[in-house]
T-cell receptor, first 112, second 119 residues
Framework: SQQGEEDPQALSIQEGENATMNCSYKTSINNLQWYRQNSGRGLVHLILIRSNEREKHSGRLRVTLDTSKKSSSLLITASRAADTASYFCATDRIQGAQKLVFGQGTRLTINP | GAVVSQHPSWVICKSGTSVKIECRSLDFQATTMFWYRQFPKQSLMLMATSNEGSKATYEQGVEKDKFLINHASLTLSTLTVTSAHPEDSSFYIC???????????????FGPGTRLTVL
């Protein structure tokens, strides 16, 4: 079953603008990960943020994690056409078997 | 990061035939492997988890007799779709993690996926 929900489901912005995607989840986690997937292709790992971390940066990406609200956000700054893709959050739960469970994803379109 | 490969990358088969998909961890020992299925424009749905040398654990609603998983070694897992039907057409993605390293923060590595089309 899906662990998380993401919003928005689809986002379309102009090149150069910032894009923010949100992810909410239900159970306690060890870590939360963000992935990108271009149409019909495999997953690209973007960032892993641990449950004891609140913010993490990687290039133009900024991820926040609020475990009290069970939510995370992914910010892409100065977006480029090449950022057009689907973005998924995935949670690694504390209880039970270690396995990543994916959110529904956000389809991001960057218009040139 | 570590590399996970899948073979084949795509396959077309006739309804009623069986298809085997291989997943290999190339530079690490995958103590646990996962199989996901993704329908067009949807998210990844976990099908099953397998630990080397033991039976796979299937998610609710996944038929274990239809989707046979074998994790015979620390670097290879196979998914066999038996008696495939058009509704089994999907993108199948395997993933692997080395549970012996990294504790609860170890990363899960993904293969490039296999696109199955059943005619």
């Amino acid at each position: 079953s899906q662990q998380g929900e993401e919003d928005p489901q689809a986002l379309s912005i102009q090149e150069g603008e910032n894009a923010t995607m949100n992810c909410s989840y239900k159970t306690s986690i060890n870590n939360l990960q963000w992935y990108r997937q271009n149409s019909g292709r495999g997953l690209v790992h973007l960032i892993l943020i641990r449950s004891n971390e609140r913010e993490k940066h990687s290039g133009r990406l900024r991820v926040t994690l609020d475990t009290s609200k069970k939510s995370s956000s992914l910010l892409i700054t100065a977006s480029r056409a090449a950022d057009t893709a689907s973005y998924f959050c995935a949670t690694d739960r504390i209880q039970g078997a270690q396995k990543l469970v994916f959110g529904q994803g956000t389809r991001l379109t960057i218009n040139p | 990061g570590a590399v996970v490969s899948q073979h084949p990358s795509w396959v077309i088969c006739k309804s009623g035939t069986s298809v085997k998909i291989e997943c290999r961890s190339l530079d690490f020992q995958a103590t646990t492997m996962f199989w996901y299925r993704q329908f067009p424009k949807q998210s990844l749905m976990l099908m099953a988890t397998s630990n080397e040398g033991s039976k796979a654990t299937y998610e609710q609603g996944v038929e274990k007799d239809k989707f046979l998983i074998n994790h015979a070694s620390l670097t290879l897992s196979t998914l066999t779709v038996t008696s495939a039907h058009p509704e089994d057409s999907s993108f199948y993605i395997c993933s692997a993690r080395d549970r012996t390293s990294g504790g609860p923060y170890n990363e899960q590595f993904f293969g490039p996926g296999t696109r199955l089309t059943v005619l």
